[in-house]
C-alpha cells in the first residue's frame, strides 16, 4: 500500500510518503517511483525477476538545478516497529502511522516524529547530504503527541 499524504496548507502538495512493503506496491512487474521527480530525493521500488544482470556502472557527476533545497528524508524500518506522527508545513499535526519491520516513510516536506513501540527498534535512514549536524533543524513539538 502506498498512501501519499498532502499538506492541508498547500493542497495538492505531497509531504510524505508511507508504503506498507507487506502490501503489494507496483503490481510486481514495473518499476514504482514514490517521489516527484522534481524532489532532490528520489525513491523506488524496482522489481527484478530471477536472473536479471545489472552491467556494472558509475553515477558520474553532473550539476543539479536544485537551490536551496531543505534535507529530505526516508526511514526504512529494518527491526520492530515505530510510531511516526507526520506535521504539516505549518507544523500542524497531520496524522501519526505504526510502521513495522520493511515500511517506510518518505518525508519531502513539513515535519515528522517518532517513537520507538519495541526494544531495539531500527530504522536506517537515507537523506539528502550533506549531513552538517543539526543546525538546520526546527523541533515543531517539545515532545511526541498520543
Not at 67 to 75: F, S, V
Not at 88 to 101: G, N, Q, R
Not at 109 to 128: C, F, R
Request: aromatic fraction near 6%; proline fraction near 5%; include cysteine.
Amino acid at each position: 500500500m502506498i498512501e501519499r499524504v498532502t499538506s492541508k496548507v498547500l493542497p495538492g502538495i505531497v509531504t510524505h510518503v508511507i508504503v506498507k512493503i507487506a502490501e503489494p506496491t507496483s503490481g510486481k512487474s514495473k518499476r514504482q517511483d514514490f517521489c516527484d521527480p522534481a524532489n532532490p530525493l528520489q525513491v523506488a521500488e524496482i522489481p527484478l525477476p530471477k536472473g536479471y544482470k545489472m552491467a556494472p556502472h558509475r553515477h558520474d557527476v553532473k550539476k543539479l538545478a536544485i537551490h536551496d533545497a531543505k534535507a529530505q528524508e526516508c526511514w526504512i524500518v529494518k527491526k520492530g516497529s515505530i510510531r511516526v506522527i507526520l506535521y504539516d508545513l505549518d507544523d500542524t499535526k497531520i496524522k501519526s502511522e505504526i510502521l513495522k519491520c520493511g515500511d517506510f516513510l518518505v518525508t519531502l516536506g513539513g515535519g515528522h516524529g517518532m517513537e520507538t513501540l519495541e526494544d531495539e527498534a531500527t530504522i536506517l535512514e537515507v537523506k539528502n547530504g550533506p549531513f552538517t549536524g543539526r543546525d538546520y533543524t526546527s523541533f515543531v513539538e517539545k515532545e511526541i503527541l498520543s
